[in-house]
């Protein structure tokens, strides 16, 4: 019998909103709280708790068909892929309305934004390197990548970089060091994505099928 396996984020901004949309979709899951796996009890459709930063590779493998994450870490990770699978696609099926933020630049809140080309040999601290290097690539510039999995808005006053690429929201981490964004990288929300692997006509139609409930929930919430 065809199952399909939905990833979503364990703990984290996504994962009340990843859950409860599903839910109110209709589904039920024999929940255990450890365990990162929960099986479908009314339809066979299973959820997999990972960390955000998994799904998109679990999409790009097939080891599930749909997965629920931020756009910023989609592209991210889809352009890291592409370094070793040109060609990787992961097709966005929905925007889902929550996790709402943008990747912006930001510099020290002393200095003058004269534009892109003002990074030109500078240091970027960011945890989204690839989204990064293609924005300056957009602009034409070249600049030095530092990558950090954290605290990247501490790295200017630490002297480790001259400027940001990090997610903002409320602009108050910014704020707090000194720093104000000055452009905008990406603009980003969550959002239901599908693994490129190919479905036969019976999980084609379950996904189908789970896309019209998601849609009408939706719709019946706006
Ligand atoms: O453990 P796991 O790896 O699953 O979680 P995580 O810690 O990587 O991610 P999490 O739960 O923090 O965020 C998941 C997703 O939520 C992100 O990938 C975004 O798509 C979305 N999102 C929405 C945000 C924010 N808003 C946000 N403000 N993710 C992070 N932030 C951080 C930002 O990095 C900065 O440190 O909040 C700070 C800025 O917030 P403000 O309000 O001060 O501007
Ligand atoms: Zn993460």
Known sequence: MTRLKIAIQKSGRLADRSLSLLERSGLS????KDKLFWYGRNLPVDLLLVRDDDIPRLLLEGVCQLGI?????AMEKLLESRQRRPGAELESLLKLEFGDCRLMLAIPEDQVFTGVNMLAGKRLATSYPCLTRQYLERHGVEADIVTLNGAVEIAPSLGTADAIVDLVSTGTTLRANHLKAVDEVLSSQAALYRSPAALDDEAERLLAKLLTRIQG???AAE
């Open 69 to 73: 994450v931020g756009e910023n870490v």
């Open 217 to 219: 929930v939706q719709q």
């Open 29 to 32: 899951f024999a929940r255990s």
